[in-house]
């Protein structure tokens, strides 16, 4: 039998809607996949000699188990570009994958019974990793009407003694919604008065749109900082998702422990990525700046086509790659009589009938909503949008009780 702690974790929600579609795609049927969170460009050719010259000089073995040096320094200087942020070398670790880096964070922060303050919408993995510490996670839900972001009133009233960390993810999955400079600012006021830390997952930082001012939470002043764990990595920035790079930065005591952790896990992470990642961080950003630019046209055009569906509201997001409408006056509706009533039946309904596979909302704390990826060619998203507001105009009332037909 397996364990207590294997048998709390689901398998992924995003996942198991992208593995029917891949089943129905191998049936030979055509399913656009608007249900995956990376990047559809390929990783820059720089990059990738990079990592091809790494191998031919059989850049292949063990490397420091946080990662190498060269690369902590290149993870310094994109963080001192960006954020204007000195970091030593002690105070970074790299990692395979920003999920990694996440695993390693809270298992060195999190003791039994701690909470983890997380609010919804939430990137699915957050709870997980969580629970895989025995801590607890403390879902607070975020208003659309606030543009899904987390106001100061509301992390202060689920602050309790158990609170070990708060979880920030601006730009975010799956809403898009990236908080601005007073938004922080209003959570920082919050934070400078208890002794907790904040986990800032920068993960989409790079991508945002409408020259939005993208701040993180760590660059609100030497107190803040000194609370924070920023958290990014290459998979999204730089089309690099294959390459398993991500990476922590913050105090020297809490990177150690995730290196004391991590040198039993996972070791190092691949050596030859490691040579990869540090042309990314380090090298021309001409591929970042085009991609952005691609984004922000999917965007818009998805919004337009979206809004256009009658019962549907959807938030405009200033950054990652997500839209996460609004669906719920759908709910009740119902096709061949079979009715929708939450986020999952949407799902698969939108699979089955429109051939267009997305991710229910519920996988991320909000029922209400589905969540759609724009990382894809604009081609698709053209089928895709078509067939999502053709498909949701087929839903209908049930007929109401008694009435006749003649
Ligand atoms: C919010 C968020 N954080 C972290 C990650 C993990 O990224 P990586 O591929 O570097 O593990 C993802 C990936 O989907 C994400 O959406």
Sequence with gaps: ?????????????????????KAMKAEGIDVVDLSLGEPD??????????????????????????????????????????????????EIIVSAGAKSSLFHLIQALVDEGEEVIIPAPFWVTYPHLVTLAKGKSVIVPTKEENGFVLTAEELKAHISPATKAFLLNSPSNPTGATYSRAQLEALADVIRKVDIYVIADDIYNKLVFDSFPCVSFSQLGEDIRKKTIIVNGVSKSYSMTGWRIGYAAGPADVINGMDKIQSHTTSNPTSISQRAAIEALAGPQVELARMVAE?????????????????????????????FPNVRSYYGLEFNGAPIRNSTEMAYYLLNEARVAIVPGEAFGADDHIRLSYATSMENLEKGMDRITAALARLSSRPAMGSSTS
């Design 295 to 323: 984004f922000q046209r999917r965007r818009d055009f998805c919004l337009m086509k979206l809004r256009a569906a009658p019962r549907l509201s959807c938030f405009k997001p200033q950054g990652a790659f997500y839209l």
């Design 1 to 21: 039998m397996i364990s207590k702690r294997a048998n709390q974790i689901g398998e992924s929600p995003t996942f198991k809607v992208a593995a029917r579609a």
């Design 41 to 90: 460009f390929p990783t820059p050719e720089n990059v990738k000699a990079a990592g091809i010259k790494a191998i031919q000089e059989n850049f292949t073995k063990y490397t420091e188990s946080g990662g190498m040096p060269a690369l902590k320094k290149a993870v310094a200087d994109r963080i001192k570009e960006d954020y204007g942020l000195t970091y030593g070398l002690k």
